[in-house]
């Protein structure tokens, strides 16, 4: 697990990374979809690792080891909810989250239709989406009107386009608002 501070995301205490690279929303292996401004692909890159989706079972055991009550982000070098990760995935996280039930876990993804097939959640997972174009904007609100999880949020964050002002408060309760970081970023 890495520490906040390590990874510069301030609502959580750490991250955990049980997966680690992508196809972007909507891409496949044979089709990738990466977002432009992907900090995971940057990282990656930087340190000459590969992109590929990739299954680190032995990350499962690390939240175990914190005992104090913390904020553990799930998946920061990954989509989880990718329809590329193997369901068999997410049910072996799905047990590291119950097994750990001192600790908050946070979930977000960019292809929410999927999160609605892991109903109920733990009462300690905080389900999330990214929406950083109007285009995504209804379908997010709408898969995650359906989790059932005590706490479902979005994420802005980039905040690419304007999104006006959605009515929110039937789909999730927390909502994050941020610019995009590193090199070439804009403001939203």
């Known amino acids: 697990m890495n520490k906040n501070g ?35 692909l940057e990282n990656a890159l930087r340190y000459k ?28 070098m990954t989509d989880l909810f990718g329809a590329w990760t193997p369901v ?27 999160l609605p097939n892991f109903n109920p959640w733990p009462d300690n997972a905080w389900v999330g989406a990214t929406i950083d174009i109007r ?6 609100l709408e898969a995650l009107s359906k989790v059932q999880a005590l706490v479902r949020f979005v994420s802005f964050e980039p905040l690419n386009e304007d999104m006006g002002i959605p009515e929110l408060a039937s789909a999730v309760e927390w909502v994050i608002v941020g610019a995009q970081t590193g090199r070439n970023a804009h403001q939203p």
């Open 49 to 76: 690792r590969l992109f590929e989706p990739t299954w680190h079972p032995d990350r499962l055991a690390e939240p175990a080891r914190e005992k104090r009550p913390s904020k553990i982000f799930v998946g920061s």
């Open 88 to 114: 068999d995935w997410i049910s072996q996280v799905m047990t590291m989250v119950k097994r750990n039930p001192q600790h908050v876990f946070q979930f977000l993804t960019k292809n929410p239709k999927r």
């Open 6 to 40: 390590d990874h510069g995301i301030n609502w959580c205490d750490y991250t955990v990374n049980p997966a680690t690279g992508c196809y972007g929303p909507g891409g496949t292996r044979e089709q990738p979809k990466l977002c432009d401004y992907c900090y995971a």
């Open 135 to 140: 285009a995504r904007l209804e379908p997010t």
